[in-house]
């Protein structure tokens, strides 16, 4: 490639010129080109203005992270219905947050020195109960870049029934312990079993139809 401020005829038609961008969202460059033919005849050389229109790309945010995870992290189930988002996005953007595709609000910038990108945060005010899907999307300079990779949550602030235990006696040292249960996604039943002053617990005890059993 030519790195240079004049070139030949022939170097254009090889392809060896080329302009090279600077990598920012200015959408209009303008730079002067003045054409001489080797000056055989005196003349005075052409100048001409030339526009080059860039259109910017602003990348897609983001989100890090939701926090208000609560029970077993991970699972995408929550019992807080006010959750905060954390976002990656572009410096000096505009972050508009959506859920199931609505708008519901704009991030907070909290910039980083030294880097391209700043780190954004949204709380939401307090969300249904159900399914939740959240996106983000980065505007700057009225440039709108594509939504987010989504972060799908249940809110779920409804605490289970009760479950039940079937009361018997027996002689069995080794009895089986059987009950009812309704748990929804996500619920787990945990049983723990006193008796002599020790006790055992036993966690994520299948659930059948409503039923529970241990032995």
């Given at each position: 490639?030519?790195?240079?401020?004049?070139?030949?005829?022939?170097?254009?038609?090889?392809?060896?010129?080329?302009?090279?961008?600077?990598?920012?969202?200015?959408?209009e460059?303008?730079?002067?080109?003045?054409?001489?033919?080797?000056?055989e005849d005196?003349?005075?050389?052409?100048?001409?203005t030339?526009?080059?229109?860039?259109?910017?790309?602003?990348?897609?945010?983001v989100?890090?992270?939701?926090?208000?995870?609560?029970?077993?992290?991970?699972?995408g189930?929550?019992?807080?219905?006010?959750?905060?988002?954390?976002?990656?996005?572009e410096?000096?953007?505009?972050?508009?947050i959506?859920?199931?595709?609505?708008?519901?609000?704009?991030?907070?910038?909290?910039?980083?020195?030294?880097?391209?990108?700043?780190?954004?945060?949204?709380?939401?005010?307090?969300?249904i109960?159900?399914a939740?899907?959240?996106?983000?999307?980065?505007?700057?300079g009225?440039?709108?870049?594509?939504?987010?990779?989504?972060?799908?949550?249940?809110?779920?602030?409804?605490?289970?029934?009760?479950?039940?235990?079937a009361?018997?006696?027996?002689s069995?040292?080794?009895?089986?312990?059987?009950?009812?249960a309704?748990?929804?996604?996500?619920?787990?039943?945990?049983?723990?079993v006193?008796a002599?002053g020790?006790?055992?617990?036993?966690?994520?005890?299948?659930?059948?139809?409503?039923?529970?059993?241990?032995?």
């Amino acid at each position: 490639w030519i790195d240079a401020d004049s070139f030949t005829a022939q170097q254009i038609a090889d392809g060896e010129v080329r302009f090279v961008h600077d990598g920012s969202n200015t959408t209009e460059v303008t730079f002067d080109v003045t054409v001489e033919d080797g000056n055989e005849d005196n003349s005075t050389p052409t100048a001409q203005t030339v526009t080059i229109t860039v259109n910017p790309v602003v990348d897609a945010p983001v989100i890090a992270a939701v926090v208000q995870d609560s029970g077993l992290v991970g699972d995408g189930i929550t019992n807080d219905a006010t959750l905060t988002l954390t976002i990656s996005a572009e410096a000096g953007s505009d972050v508009q947050i959506f859920d199931n595709g609505t708008l519901i609000g704009v991030a907070t910038e909290t910039p980083i020195a030294g880097s391209e990108l700043s780190g954004y945060s949204f709380t939401t005010t307090t969300l249904i109960d159900g399914a939740h899907s959240f996106t983000a999307k980065a505007i700057q300079g009225g440039v709108e870049s594509a939504l987010s990779g989504a972060k799908d949550f249940v809110v779920d602030t409804v605490a289970p029934d009760a479950p039940t235990v079937a009361g018997f006696t027996t002689s069995d040292t080794t009895p089986v312990l059987k009950g009812t249960a309704d748990l929804a996604t996500g619920e787990t039943l945990s049983v723990t079993v006193s008796a002599g002053g020790a006790s055992a617990t036993y966690s994520n005890v299948t659930v059948s139809n409503g039923q529970w059993s241990i032995d």
